[in-house]
């Protein structure tokens, strides 16, 4: 019986050991982090071990738990890296986190060895798609409000991601990036397709949002 009890004991301190160990981003290490997954919306998990010297006041014993610790995702006007490095784990970045989704990180010309192009987060200006990323088009910043004025040439867009899952489209905008300037939303990507949602923009067409392009099966295929 004796042997039992002491089975019971140590499974027991097993089980309070492996209790005790902290969770990234909850508790004490709330805000700490392995990977960006373990940070809040709108942040991104930086590494401890970065190239520019920063130091983080985290005890010994707790920092063994966590690799980096959580910062806010680039907004208008903050620093940030054209290819943002990541030092070997997924979601780990180094210095700086890369700009928010709905803007850019526009080159500033200045090189810092050895994470590379630094820039500002800012909204990109266009004039077609091939002035954007390749996963992003050219989304025109003027507004129509009659038929008459959809063939306004001379305006300026801003680059947008292009659509992916529930991201708000337009019907008649198809799929695939556009070779020119769009109105109001990026079409979906090539794996996606804009279904309507029952709503009409005047002078614009259906409004929908992107899902996943179903592949074609052929009738006699289940």
């Not at 820039?119 to 038929?147: A, H, L, M, W, Y």
């Not at 306004?152 to 337009?170: F, R, V, W």
């Not at 695939?176 to 009409?200: E, N, S, W, Y």
Request: glycine fraction near 12%.
């Amino acid at each position: 019986m004796a042997g039992y009890e002491m089975l019971f004991l140590f499974l027991g301190f097993v089980f309070i050991s492996v209790q005790a160990v902290p969770a990234p981003g909850r508790g004490a290490l709330e805000g700490y982090c392995i990977t960006s997954d373990d940070c809040k919306k709108g942040e991104c998990c930086i590494s401890f071990n970065t190239p520019r010297g920063k130091r983080e006041a985290l005890s010994p014993d707790l920092r063994k738990f966590v690799d980096g610790k959580c910062e806010q995702l680039g907004s208008v006007g903050d620093k940030c890296y054209v290819n943002p490095l990541s030092p070997g784990e997924s979601g780990l970045f180094y210095d700086r986190c890369p700009c928010s989704s709905d803007i850019n990180c526009n080159s500033d010309g200045i090189i810092l060895p050895p994470i590379g192009l630094s820039g500002t987060c800012g909204v990109k200006e266009c004039s077609q798609s091939d002035d954007c990323q390749n996963d992003e088009c050219c989304v025109s910043k003027f507004r129509p409000i009659g038929k008459r004025s959809l063939d306004s040439a001379n305006q300026l867009g801003i680059c947008k991601p292009m659509g992916t899952t529930n991201s708000d489209c337009l019907v008649s905008n198809g799929s695939g990036r556009p070779k020119d300037r769009v109105f109001l939303h990026c079409p979906c990507g090539d794996a996606f397709t804009c279904r309507g949602i029952g709503i009409r923009d005047i002078p614009l067409g259906a409004l929908g949002k992107c899902s996943f392009r179903r592949p074609f099966r052929g009738p006699f295929l289940p």
